[in-house]
């Protein structure tokens, strides 16, 4: 069956780096970039940025420049994503969520359950 | 900036009923435009890609349409399972850029 599966619930102090898993099964790892966003509470989803997982590539959203990085081990088929320098206003449900290529463009198709991270002193 | 405008945030229908939910954008988007089906519990669905097309396994009472900066989700006789958050997302300017709708939540009357 295809699907993500991202890791567990976490909570940070203020100042911490936060560290999420999204492992993929039942697809080839490679053949499919990953994406990460996010949601906080009462607002929109945001999106946060990409890892090509075949090359290592990565983009990420300018506004969280200096902050996140996106890594991945495909021998797990795992994808990471690390937010640095943790603020309250980083409390959210992080997605990761792989993308396909539509004749428009590359569209998340298939999307992880989300990690809850709290950000509290 | 790109804005994505939803409405309505909320709706309550009955099941059977015909349901229109609208997708605004700020600027030109061209056709890019998705729409998903999300449940508590679940990951959210894909269900239309590029305005009009219908994911895999999509049930034909799905419709998109639209162009520019209006776009609409319609969805024929509702289910019970069609009872969820709906949100939409636009990729113009993908792979750099993705913004995505507020949401509308279709409840149950």
């Known amino acids: 069956q295809v699907h993500l599966v991202q890791s567990g619930a976490e909570v940070k102090k203020p100042g911490a780096s936060v560290n999420i898993s999204c492992t993929a099964f039942g697809y080839s790892f490679t053949d499919h970039t990953i994406h990460w966003v996010r949601q906080a509470p009462g607002q929109a989803l945001e999106w946060m940025g990409w890892?090509?997982?075949?090359?290592?590539?990565?983009q990420n959203s300018e506004r969280f420049q200096g902050r996140v990085t996106f890594t991945r081990d495909s021998s797990a088929n795992t994808a990471y994503m690390e937010l640095n320098n943790l603020k309250s206003e980083d409390t959210a449900l992080y997605f990761c969520a792989r993308d396909r290529f539509y004749k428009g463009g590359d569209v998340f198709d298939l999307w992880g359950l989300g990690t809850m991270v709290t950000v509290s002193s | 900036e790109m804005i994505m405008t939803q409405s309505p945030v909320s709706l309550s229908v009955s099941p059977g009923e015909i349901v229109t939910l609208s997708c605004r954008a700020s600027?030109?988007?061209?056709?890019?435009l998705a729409w998903y089906q999300h449940k508590p519990g679940q990951p959210p669905r894909l269900l239309i890609h590029?305005?009009?097309t219908r994911a895999a396994d999509v049930p034909a009472r799905f419709s998109g349409s639209g162009s520019g900066t209006e776009f609409t989700l319609t969805i024929n006789s509702l289910q019970s399972e069609d009872f969820a958050l709906y949100f939409c997302?636009?990729?113009?300017?993908?792979?750099?850029?993705?913004?995505f709708g507020q949401g509308t939540k279709l409840e149950i009357k």
């Open positions: 590029d305005v009009s």
């Open positions: 997302l636009q990729y113009s300017n993908w792979p750099h850029r993705y913004t």
């Open positions: 890892i090509n997982v075949a090359h290592g590539n990565t």
């Open positions: 600027q030109n988007i061209g056709n890019h």
